[in-house]
């Protein structure tokens, strides 16, 4: 699980979490294009937000992208007793 802030640290995260691409070694089998759309198809809806990959639920091979966002964070906090609000 990681805290993204903003599209840099997303992309950072992606290519080295996602990926496995940390720009010394290994390479994409996707062209530039098919990874700039990728990115931009998987981004999260709005920053800060956690973010971690899991194994599939219904593709064995595959992985999915899930974030959670600050109101999910809020309630559970609530729940927990850590905010009074």
């Given amino acids: 699980m990681f805290m993204i802030k903003n599209d840099f640290e997303y992309r950072n995260w992606m290519m080295k979490t996602y990926f496995?691409?940390?720009?010394?070694?290994g390479e994409s089998l996707l062209t530039d294009e098919e990874l700039e759309d990728f990115l931009f198809e998987?981004?999260?809806?709005?920053?800060p937000c956690l973010a971690m990959i899991t194994p599939s639920s219904t593709q064995p091979l595959e992985n999915e992208i899930s974030y959670i966002y600050r109101?999910?964070?809020?309630?559970w906090a609530r729940e927990m007793g850590v905010l009074k609000c």
């Fill in 20 to 25: 496995r691409l940390d720009g010394i070694q």
């Fill in 42 to 47: 998987s981004k999260p809806a709005g920053y």
């Fill in 71 to 75: 109101e999910q964070i809020s309630l």
